[in-house]
């Protein structure tokens, strides 16, 4: 039973849901959390908004309810039904299947295109927007639901929707156009994959091909934002609206690999390899701006103002294990498990029924919180909402969490590869194996081989940068009962910015292992800003507190004055730390991951 | 004959625009370009785009042309030729001013109501949508051009139009409701000091009170955003939309000069006095979010994100001289200076027919220039434009500066206080003085009295705060040809921010006299990138450059890392710097104000 993602070739296979069981720990809490609450949450919202109903009753403007990209939403959540009810151990949801896939053909015209919100009495005409209608990303999010069911057998006839919704597509856009937001493309190549019908994949490529000519109709926020400024081959980086690059990477990855075209991998790669090093902030996110939610400049990475939306790190995470399939270089684990353990880890609230938006590394003020019957304003971040006027995150994040055990190992002819560490069981090539581990909370992780083929095989563990880098491999035939034991040193960690990163210039963080740490208010000691620390990086971080002293400023009438401060009566301090993704579980608070030090 | 501002009461009084003749050097030279070629370039844009036609025709929408605010360009624009005309050696604009009342008073509704974009058919009826209609907004600036009309008798039928539009906004808002964007209120207390008629000032104290009780509509930004979270009276600081807060803020205190209310006084002024500790930028701008154009937090002060909104710093010289006058503390001089001579002298070209927007003090790349034809769309800084789709900013510094000599200077019944320095003819409480400097690029100034009355006067010279602060007072029975010298050393220094500008730390910059100075790219010796050079402020400044090293930072996978980064081979390397308000005058460039500093 394959996951989302099923290429047809590459030096590593992806693992099929079936073949995973994440049996405990951090991951299973937050699996078993998001197949249940959250889910029902998700449909509950898209319910009482309107956005399900929409399909019910094709309504006209003005009174179809919620924005372009509503009808996203409901498929996502498809999505995240199929994967949750065929996942082992995974809550069912097959009815509800049903029913949103019965809505979904029901609203569908007969020349297979699926949008509630053109083409109608009183609605504008399909198409008549292509910056942001949204149609054809909405289409994508259809062709991914689709896929799910098909290979889950939740729904299997979400299928026959999809086959219509593409055929259209390939139809419409067959000689020109796109869509101003990415994402069908690589719902496209998935669905490809599915069905073998081979103009789905020459559509996707048309459509990565067809972008940055400049050809979509101008917008305020420039050409860039809609990575229509260069064309992909030719660009250096990933830059504007940052879900959209990453969805188009994605989207580009599947192409190349399905059509061989190694220079298109290539150009990913590198554009990923260079967002990495220069337009990514430490916990993983992407995403600098608020005003365009894209990419900021090389190096421009403020934490107070990070943007790291979490659909921007989901698509990461898609990415990453795109790049490692075509590639076999294990080290876009590393990536992943940064964006699992410090974005998606902190996006969601512990009973699954709020979430981030945006991502601060620093929160100045506690946050006020929405009034009640007003939670789908965006309320600027600090506390986790239950839903928003854009609502895409958190069902992203259900579909992610529900089929994350995909994401969690590979295998190839020769053996299994395990790239992320969680209590599981996984069976791969010919091998059963339980792992065992603390694993974020501690560094050991001892796989036990329950099951071997008679032939040699190899079991690959990921070392991660932190530890070390590379790989442990062992190779030969394994008996049952045998283990292989891996310790990786969990001691927090001093890490200091890149000079060029203006932002945090003079600034440390800490890191443990994957989790990157915070201070935040609720934990110092009284009458401690966290705004008025320096901490001292000559001593080594203790678990959970690093030692420091107050500034206390003088207040004076203008910010700028000929000499630097120095504090005048400074007070040694002790700075307790949690990790990043517990912050703002304990009521507003105040927060910063980079801390100012003590010049040396 | 008074110019923008002419309160009832105060220690100090507004000079009259025919008072002051700014006769040469810095000032005189953009009065002049902004008299002729900046005034034809928005007459010319505004006819264009078809603003100024929606007036000649007014047009149901969606012919109609340009955003809910485009009217007030057109009265912004009038104010400024009314100012140009009148003012002791400016150009002559009386036809055009005309013609303009003339459109104005023809769109006139029978009620007073004029606003060309709502309440005609196929338009949105009057005040449907009070968060960003404008309305009140427009009428605002329309006030202010009759206003300017009626005192310089340059097109004085438009303070009929005036009248009308004034009384209209009375009757509708007798009992509730106010604008989403501030700037009725002093339009509405400079037409009663024009008029006598209370009722004008009664309507503008009542929209001052009704703000902030959240009784606007919801919005996404939220209310703080338009100073509807919080009554003003309570404010502790300037928040949510810098100009809206700054024209609120003009408004509050002119309704408390002439209404005697000093708790109200004192509340703007300490939440002037806070926004310049802790939410101004080194150049006086203010705004740090380009998302909604707002203050930020505390110390929230990014320099590449600065959004420092050329409007904003209009209103910021427009409230500095109301505080001044209604206080009698010259020391709100040093912010006028600070704002004209870093934010005003920076937004226009040099021909007066492009300017910024928003105004960055970290420019990393180089800008890209708009495509030919595409000019209005905001292309993101770096490069001044010639239009904006958002465009108040040109005629709103077009008013500023035809009208700059009333904020140069004032008088009481003892004398004179010159409060700006520039080459300039000055007639005031019976003194008639000549100033000569070379102001900013010298620091000599030399006052002598052309004329004197046989009574004792006070001739008092503001000493900037970088001066050492306070004044220069000479009181005595002036005889013709006295002088009066200040030298006001000009040597370059280093500033250094509070350590809680995060975005700053472990930065320096260079001021001289009033001007904050910048590293420009196109300076820099070959290979130098600002970006990798740290400066040494062991070294004192020299006129025109600093010494420093370049970085040459490895270029690694991930920008984060356990040591903190030493330049492995830094070479000495000098950095030349210019005034910040020359940047981007020769092409595209990169810049810097805060320069990184080698660590003690």
Chains 1, 2 share one sequence.
Request: include cysteine; hydrophobic fraction near 40%.
């Amino acid at each position: 039973m394959k996951g989302p993602l099923a290429p047809s070739r590459g030096p590593l296979r992806a693992v099929g849901l079936h073949q995973v069981q994440i049996t405990g720990g951090f991951w299973a809490r937050r699996q078993a959390v998001n197949g249940t609450a959250t889910i029902e949450h998700c449909a509950a919202w898209l319910d009482r908004l309107g956005w399900t109903g929409n399909f019910r009753e094709p309504l006209a403007t003005p009174r179809r309810r919620g924005r372009e990209f509503s009808d996203s939403e409901v498929y996502k959540l498809t999505e995240a039904l199929a994967w949750e009810t065929a996942r082992p151990g995974g809550a069912g949801h097959r009815a509800l299947a049903e029913d949103l896939a019965a809505l979904a053909g029901g609203a569908q015209e007969s020349d297979g295109y699926l949008h509630t919100g053109f083409g109608r009495d009183g609605q504008p005409p399909r198409y008549s927007d292509l910056n942001f209608g949204h149609e054809l990303y909405c289409a994508g999010h259809l062709l991914q639901a689709g896929v799910a069911a098909a290979r889950t057998g939740v729904a299997p006839q979400l299928l026959d929707v999809a086959r219509g919704a593409a055929d259209h597509a390939c139809a419409q856009f067959a000689e020109r156009g796109f869509c101003g937001h990415p994402g069908v493309e690589t719902a496209l190549v998935e669905l490809y994959r599915v069905t073998g019908q081979e103009r789905y994949l020459a559509q996707a490529a048309a459509f990565v091909a067809r972008r940055g000519q400049r050809s979509l109709p101008e917008h305020e926020f420039g050409w860039r934002y809609f990575q229509d400024d260069t064309p992909l081959r030719k660009a250096r980086v990933f830059a504007g609206h940052a879900v959209r690059a990453l969805y188009l990477a994605c989207g580009a990855v599947d192409v190349a690999v399905e059509t061989g075209d190694d220079e298109l991998l290539g150009a990913v790669r590198s554009q990923f390899a260079r967002t990495l090093a220069r337009r990514t902030y430490l916990t993983g996110g992407v995403g600098s701006r608020h005003l365009d939610e894209s990419f900021g400049e090389d190096f421009a990475l403020p934490p107070d103002r990070s943007y790291s939306e979490t659909c921007a790190a989901v698509a990461t995470v898609m990415l990453a294990h795109r790049l490692l399939l075509a590639t076999g270089d294990l080290t876009y684990g590393d990536v992943a498990e940064r964006v699992l353990h410090n974005v998606i880890a902190a996006a969601v609230a512990d009973d699954g029924r709020a979430f981030f938006y945006a991502h601060t590394l620093h929160q100045r003020t506690p946050a006020e919180l929405a009034p009640a019957g007003h939670e789908q304003l965006r309320f600027g971040g600090g506390q986790r909402a239950p839903w928003f006027e854009v609502s895409c995150c958190l069902t992203n994040t259900a579909r992610l969490v529900a089929s994350l055990g995909t994401y969690v190992a590979t295998e190839d002819d020769e053996g299994v590869q395990l790239l992320q560490y969680a209590p599981m069981r996984l069976d791969a090539a010919g091998l059963r194996l339980e792992v065992a581990t603390g694993y974020p909370d501690a560094g050991d992780v001892t796989v036990t081989v329950l099951e071997a083929p008679p032939q040699p095989r190899t079991v690959t563990l990921r070392i991660p940068a932190w530890a070390g880098g590379g790989s442990h491999v062992e190779r030969r035939v394994f008996a049952p009962g045998e283990q292989i034991r891996l310790d990786l040193p969990l001691r927090p960690r001093w890490t200091f910015p890149d000079p060029r990163v203006d932002a945090v210039r003079g600034c440390a963080a800490v890191e443990v292992g994957p989790l990157v740490m915070c201070a935040e208010s609720v934990d110092q000691e009284d009458g401690v800003a966290l705004d008025e620390v320096q901490v001292d990086t000559a001593v080594a971080p203790e678990a959970g507190a690093v030692k420091g002293r107050t500034l206390r400023p003088a207040e004076r009438d203008w910010p700028y004055r000929r000499n630097p401060e120095t504090p005048e009566r400074p007070e040694p301090v002790v700075v307790p730390l949690v990790p990043y993704h517990r912050w703002a579980r304990r009521g507003p608070s105040t927060m910063r991951v980079w801390l100012p030090t003590i010049p040396s």
